[in-house]
């Protein structure tokens, strides 16, 4: 009875986390990962340890990548550490704003920052796109990793 607790858990935790990599709220690789040991803990499934250690080590450099992509996305776009401030700033605030804040807050904050210091529209409006095009990657990203969990975790109950 709790190995299907287990499994219970395991899979809604896989599912919400492939969700929250979209959804900016929910941590998505963290919660696919915590469904993967779940299930490893159950009698339905036995990770080898180097798929839980991989999984473990992409998940903590795609959470961590995931904050910084869309500063970088700034800076190769043009913009000026006025635009990666405000595209940081626009991040931190965006998070008071549930998940349009996230996505579209650093893109604000990056054109915001951009014409506070230069007041070049088209140039303000580049980084802006920097720092949005960062935030899809991120995303893109997450899901890739909360994909091979799933992957891996689908493998392993039935394969």
Known sequence: MLDIIFLIIAILFIIIGLIGCVVPILPGPPL???GMLVLHFSKYA???KKILIISAVLT???TIIDYIIPILG???FGGSRYGTWGAT???IIGL???PAGIIFGPFIG???GELTFNFDTNKALKAAIGSFLGILTGIVLKIIVS???MFYSIKELFF
Do not use: C, N, P
Request: no cysteine; proline share 0%.
């Open 32 to 34: 696919s990962y915590i």
């Open 46 to 48: 036995d990770f080898d």
């Open 96 to 98: 008071f704003f549930g």
């Open 147 to 149: 994909g091979i969990i």
């Open 60 to 62: 903590i450099l795609v």
């Open 74 to 76: 700034t800076k190769k």
């Open 89 to 91: 700033i626009g991040l």
């Open 110 to 112: 990056a054109f915001l």
